[in-house]
């Protein structure tokens, strides 16, 4: 080993550290997309359809760094449909597809022959389109009939892209939909006992790996005559479970193969290695070396290793799968010219001890590496540095996760998921529901979030009631409000605060009010699930919110929902807001709705800030407290118009609506108008201006 290898180890390391791939960021990466993955199989579930959801891949292994800009992998696996190994697997009553492999089909691939519902005998009938007839007379399950099938039905989600067995409507997501198998498989098996005894993988993971189902995946080989309608087999669970057994240095050395792959291999090939390329060298490495190797000061020396194996397997032009034997994973991502090239590049990196590290680009990896130790900054300031990016990244990861959330809770509650049912029943039900997830362990942590909104929504929906029935026994209510009212900074505080002035309780109301005020320092970031704006994501909008000193831990997460009322709360929100809930002047502008709007637009829907703000003017002019009307009046106009603020509206529309309103109150009707009309140029239709400017024109006119 070069002498100098230990000390530039140890250097790349600590630039790891530095980019977002140290061990509190790794693992607030894991937990978050484990979060996110139960979060998406229950909303699908409580959607009704029969799924488990699973985020696969660098998101949900920690492996990645911003400059990375890695996809979100997710994987839906229905159980709607028995697969079977064997026809002593047949199900009644369910569809049931038997996997079919022999001599002439490639390794890890399958095809899927249609069984009967009523009766354990092959399907004979062409009777779905997704079935093709192969020559043999056998009826089999499509997989590209699969994924157009999939494409249809998210054509208004989105604009559709494909990639491989991913059919997505979300941008820079992959999504694959496929179904798991639970019996038992030979190469899952043969690999099992051919691991027995070693180092690694230890014994924990392949007692593990018996039982964890794996999935058939849309995608046939590139060579098959089969290959529309082929299935792989993918071991995901499995792979999982080994990424999740990695240390940190072995978690480094992988990324760093990424950063190569990204920053250097694709000169060369383009993009025809992948990360998975890369994590199948981590494994039969890591198998391979004793673990007393795997330690920081070896970094260089350890991805030198991982580029000698890839040189072995460029020179033989064959890339094994390290889990299901027989499998060559060049096979139609590289042609031999791509390879000889590649193995050129290989042989001179290793040969110049892998200098072009310091010309990857990717977060400025090569730059950084130059700098740290040459240039010292201090002990203090590079762990200053680590904090930086933990934190960033941490808000981050939190405000994806919430706007993720926000649009799971929008889909669930959407008049269109529930058109001819009552709204107050239906989520009762949904409430119910979740408290049964709330049982599973798994589960328990979505669920909960879920049942703090619903529970909200629900008392927000019975304080509606009240009021409209004039009900003033409403106590025992206002009290249910405190189980909720940590959803965020601002939204469930503020509803309560609507509640209260709605009830006339405004001295009650004045004082929500100002504990949200005190809430919503300057550096809470807006939350939305219905819009987004460009930029919102950047992190430099995440490195805005933490203070100067950088090593703060905030008590509370300074993330602030956009505040919604359904039709049903509509007697517990102030009285404008009800003309949002009817924003359409024509039944045209409802048809001019994409699918989003459609969830949404038939509800009230206003960024917290200004909604706080329009709060207090109304609230203080119920109590003669002129000075603090305007007051309040003055910073609603001058946060709405000032350019700055804008990465925190997302209804611009609504809040210049409650703007013009209370211009509307002060008898100011052209100041009014003016942000009437100012509102109409955000949206000119589907917008509740048309509606406030024929008011206000009839004002003038009378």
Known sequence: IPEHFPALSIRLSEVLDGIGAGKFTVMERRETYLLRESMETITRQLRGVKVECFHFGSQSEGTTTPGLNSDIDLLQSYYHTNIMTDWRDWKAGMANLLMLHNEHTPPQQYLLQVIRRDTPEPETRLCDERYVRKDSGQVLFSSEQWKKETEQINKDAGEITKHGPSVSYIPNWDIVNAFHVCHPLPEIQHW???????????????????????????????????????????????????????????????????????????????????????????????????????KEHNLIFLLLLCLKVLRKWLRFRKFPHYIIEGVNLFDGKMSFAQQ????????????SDMHD????????????????????????????????????????????????????????????????????????????????????????????????????????MQSSKYLRLRNHAFSKNIR??????????????????????????????????????????????????????????????????ISDNCDNVLCERPFAFCVKFVREEAYCAPYILRFEMKRNMTEEEVSQRNFVDKEWMDYAEVDALPFLHYLQYLTYGGLGKRDKQLHALGILESYLCDRRNGINIYHNET????????????????????????????????????????????????
Not at 198 to 206: E, F, H, K, M, T
Not at 265 to 283: E, L
Not at 488 to 494: F, G, I, K, N, Q
């Open 192 to 294: 099992i006992d051919r691991c027995r005894g070693r180092d690694w993988p230890p014994a924990q993971i392949l007692e593990a790996a018996q039982v964890a189902p794996c999935f058939l995946v849309p995608a046939g080989h590139p060579d098959s005559d089969y290959t529309r309608e082929e299935w792989r087999l993918s071991p995901n669970l499995i792979e999982r479970m080994l990424m999740f057994s990695f240390s940190m240095t072995q978690i480094k050395c992988y990324i760093v193969l990424k950063l190569i792959k990204h920053s250097l291999f694709s000169k060369m090939v383009g993009d025809f290695t992948t990360s998975f390329h890369c994590k199948t060298v981590m494994f039969y490495i890591i198998e391979r070396t004793h673990p007393s190797l795997w």
């Open 340 to 351: 000889s090239r590649l193995l050129k590049y290989v042989e001179y990196l290793m040969k």
């Open 357 to 460: 590290l310091f010309d990857i680009d990717i977060d400025k990896l090569g730059y950084r590496l130059q700098g740290c130790g040459i240039r010292h900054t201090g002990q203090a300031g590079e762990v200053l540095g680590r904090v930086c990016i933990h934190n960033i990244i941490s808000l981050s990861l939190t405000f994806d996760r919430l706007r993720r959330f926000l649009i799971h809770l929008r889909s669930i509650t959407s008049k269109k998921e529930h058109p001819k049912t009552i709204f107050e029943q239906d989520n009762d039900c949904i409430l119910r529901t979740c408290f049964e997830y709330y049982t599973k362990a798994k589960l328990k942590s979505a669920a909960l979030e879920l049942i703090n909104h619903l529970f909200a929504l629900n008392n927000s």
């Open 480 to 545: 249910r409000f405190k189980y909720s009212l940590n959803t965020d900074v601002a939204s469930s505080r503020l509803k309560l605060a609507s509640v209260l002035y709605c009830f006339g309780h405004l001295h009650a109301a004045v004082r929500v009010l100002d504990d949200v005020e005190r809430r919503y320092h300057s550096k809470v970031k807006a939350v939305c699930g219905c819009r987004e704006i460009e930029g919102q994501s950047d992190l430099q909008v995440f490195a805005n919110m």
């Open 655 to 702: 809040a210049l609506n409650l703007l013009g309103h209370c211009y509307e109150m002060e008898g100011d009707y052209e100041g009014a108008l003016h942000y009437y009309w100012e509102s109409l140029s955000w949206n000119r239709t589907n917008n509740a201006a048309n509606w406030h400017i024929q008011r206000v024109r009839r004002l003038i006119s009378t």
